[in-house]
């Protein structure tokens, strides 16, 4: 269970990500309380805000039932490989050789950290 509270907050994370980048494309523009109407409408922006909330209460549920040296690597690891993965099918964003290298040693680093949790 605790595995699973921690891959929703990293889905929650990611998918936050996603859609803020999505509300920041053109023709939206970032809310503002000049335009409260065009605010409203950017509906990304406001799903990535709460997908921010959900993600940090899983992170906090994470936090009761893993050490925070497990949880945040896991976390964080996570959300930057699949923000970079995103990126890429998504946005059709550049995605180098060497991005793809440092999410697998980033992968390697956080296995070597969580290997003796279970």
Not at 8 to 16: C, E, P, Q, V, Y
Not at 87 to 113: D, N
């Amino acid at each position: 269970m605790k595995w699973l509270i921690l891959a929703l907050g990293i889905i929650s994370n990611a998918s936050a990500s996603v859609l803020v980048k999505i509300a920041m494309l053109p023709p939206r523009r970032f809310p503002s309380l000049s335009e409260p109407m065009a605010a409203l409408a950017n509906w990304p922006f406001w799903a990535g805000l709460s997908l921010y909330g959900a993600a940090f209460l899983l992170y906090a549920a994470a936090l009761s039932r893993l050490p925070l040296n497990v949880a945040h690597p896991v976390l964080t690891a996570g959300a930057i490989g699949s923000v970079a993965l995103c990126s890429l099918f998504i946005f059709r964003e550049p995605f180098q050789w060497t991005t793809g290298a440092g999410i697998l040693l980033v992968i390697a680093g956080v296995a070597l950290i969580t290997i003796r949790v279970g």
